[in-house]
């Protein structure tokens, strides 16, 4: 059975930062991309960040410089430190297997002074 599960999320102060963590099981984790995924309230989802297997990153403009994406093979995990956060970034953020079905359950995000 496969199973992503996010943490890390929270209520944190504008500039603040949060870590998130995508741990997965009953999956190749090594031959798999990844990315984070977030959506916001009235809004639909979109991509935050991808990496691929060899570690290639891709970002979306607007956390361009203030979120980075990694992956730790031997703990099939996933990451994505944000740093300089700001009250747009607010949403409920999703791990996925990349090209796949795969996904997790979300992990809300609050930035709010």
């Known amino acids: 059975q496969v199973q992503l599960v996010e943490s890390g999320g929270g209520l944190v102060q504008p500039g603040g930062s949060l870590r998130l963590s995508c741990t997965t099981s009953g999956i190749i984790f090594t031959i798999y991309g990844m990315g984070w995924y977030r959506q916001a309230p009235g809004k639909q989802r979109e991509l935050v960040a991808t990496?691929?297997?060899?570690?290639?990153?891709n970002y979306a403009d607007s956390v361009k410089g203030r979120f980075t994406i990694s992956r730790d093979n031997a703990k099939n995990t996933v990451y994505l430190q944000m740093d300089s956060l700001k009250p747009e970034d607010t949403a409920v953020y999703y791990c996925?297997?990349?090209?796949?079905?795969?996904w997790g359950k979300g992990t809300l995000v609050t930035v709010s002074s």
């Open positions: 990496i691929t297997p060899d570690r290639d990153t």
């Open positions: 996925n297997c990349l090209r796949t079905n795969y």
